[in-house]
């Protein structure tokens, strides 16, 4: 059975109920997933209502409604279908729209999983879209939403693009006139709101020396061009506003610099998803940036503001998300310098920290994807950081490179046997990965761990370093 196929099946369960409830993760995927089915299905009549949780675990597991709705499992539950089996939850009972690795468990619940359906670079979005088109082909404005959570899960970050079904979604809405898809823009961060040399700075894939993490470098760059960068009223321009004469003039610059430092320019350029109907200057505009703006909103613990927005709230729960979001960006930053500054404890395979109780456990996992730029990229990095609502709890997040995978690592695995072994659960993927563990076995844990990914370079006899 293909993708589509299972979407079809899916499709038709939820369509079949007299009501439905939406568990979602509350992660960017999570929210632009539940958006899309809580659209489809009110579109379709079919009561529903949503739930949202950050884990699916044996706690929040008493967040799922006791009640005879039928309950889809979005983002989450392919890895957690014991839970779902332990609480009794049988297969008529159930549905899951997931992309994490699927772990049976005996019981045979109805899935639409593009993961086990070979599809690495799909998120939990793209499959809720296909669902959504199922239940009926006019759906396709949700394509925007499901390249929201496919940008925002780093579905198009290794390609410098979407590929697959999820490439395919975004030419769909793109067809419809939903999404425009600029084939080849500046792979930066922050092209529709940043200034354009706060956007050069604040990037470091690629890394160019003297502009990569150097504001007043990236100033002095573009000053040299001689391209007005703010406007008649003194406003920095931000990269979408430039000509195309003038972006071309910053990008072969940008190039020639690159070349000149003997870095390659292939992760100069990539596809970008732009919204043409969001107002400009606005994080809305694009995929990567809305993204973030819904991850704010979830790691702040209000996915239901994320929702509104996806749902076309442009009043309160706008101006409440931008705020969310300023005060997102800074605690990632904060987190940054606090890993930078302390430093992390290196073993032979991996590098750790433990931040305490200084952060919350819901930014961890970005924080070390940033953090591990400025380090050994080549050590995969975990962070710890204690669980608020259960202090015996540890909450672990662990990030790699694309590189890393390549050559074999799966923090995923890593991640679930060791945290299995002492009473703990996780999951996640390959480059990303996430547990919690009892406290008291930390150390236990990471050495563990360590082990397991010096196996993982050892199989395919590359030494990490
Ligand atoms: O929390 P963090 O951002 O580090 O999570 C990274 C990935 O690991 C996500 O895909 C998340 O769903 C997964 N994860 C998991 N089990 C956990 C924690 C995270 O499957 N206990």
Redesign the pocket.
């Known amino acids: 059975m293909s993708l589509r196929d299972d979407a079809r099946g899916v499709a038709r369960e939820v369509t079949a109920h007299h009501e439905v409830t939406v568990i979602s993760?509350i992660d960017a995927d999570g929210i632009a997933s539940e958006a899309i089915l809580s659209q489809a299905l009110a579109r379709a009549g079919v009561p529903h209502k949503s739930v949202f949780v950050r884990?699916l675990?044996p706690l929040t597991m008493r967040q799922v409604p006791a009640d005879d709705s039928l309950k889809v499992f979005c983002d989450?539950g392919a890895?957690q279908q014991n839970l779902l089996a332990e609480r009794g939850l049988e297969p008529h009972e159930v549905v899951i729209i997931d992309h994490?690795v699927s772990q049976p468990c005996g019981k045979d619940y109805l899935q639409a999983n593009s993961l086990s359906s070979g599809f690495s670079k799909m998120s939990a979005a793209g499959v809720a879209y296909l669902v959504a088109c199922a239940i009926d082909s006019a759906n396709t404005d949700l394509s925007r939403l499901a390249v929201v959570g496919n940008v925002g899960d780093m579905m198009a970050r290794e390609d410098c693009g979407l590929v697959g079904p999820a490439r395919e979604i975004a030419v769909e809405g793109a067809e419809a006139g939903w999404i425009e898809i600029v084939p080849r823009n500046l792979n930066f961060y922050g092209i529709s709101t940043r200034p354009l040399h706060v956007c050069l700075a604040y990037n470091d894939d690629p890394f160019i020396p003297g502009i990569s993490n150097n504001t007043a470098g990236a100033l002095r760059f573009l000053q040299r061009l001689g391209i007005e960068l703010q406007t008649p009223a003194k406003r920095w321009r931000v990269w979408e506003e430039f000509s195309q004469e003038e972006r071309r003039l910053v990008a072969s610059s940008l190039a020639q610099q690159l070349i000149a430092c003997r870095e390659p320019t292939d992760r100069l350029f990539s596809k970008s998803y732009l919204f043409p109907g969001e107002p400009e200057r606005t994080p809305l505009r694009n995929a990567q940036e809305f993204a973030t703006l819904l991850n704010a909103c979830g790691r702040w613990t209000r996915p239901r503001v994320g929702s509104a927005i996806c749902r076309g709230d442009r009043g309160e729960a706008f101006r409440e998300a931008e705020h969310m979001l300023s005060n997102h960006r800074a605690v990632i930053r904060e987190l940054l310098e606090y890993i930078l500054d302390t430093g992390v404890r290196e073993l032979s395979h991996i590098q750790y920290i433990h931040v305490g109780d200084r952060f919350p456990d819901t930014i961890v996992?970005i924080g070390a994807g940033m953090a591990l730029s400025r380090l050994n990229m080549d050590k995969p990095i975990l962070v710890m950081v204690v669980q608020p609502e259960d202090t015996s709890l540890t909450k672990v997040?662990m990030r790699t490179t694309e590189r890393a995978v390549s050559r074999g690592i799966d923090l995923q695995q890593a991640l679930m046997v060791a945290s299995s072994e002492i009473g703990g659960?996780?999951?996640?993927?390959r480059i990303?990965?996430?547990?919690?563990i009892p406290r008291e076995s930390e150390v236990q844990f990471v050495e563990r761990v360590n082990q397991l990914i010096g196996e993982q370079f050892a199989r395919t006899g590359q030494g990490n370093c």
């Open positions: 993760h884990q675990e989450l890895g994490h996992g997040s659960a996780g999951g996640g993927h990303a990965a996430g547990a919690s």
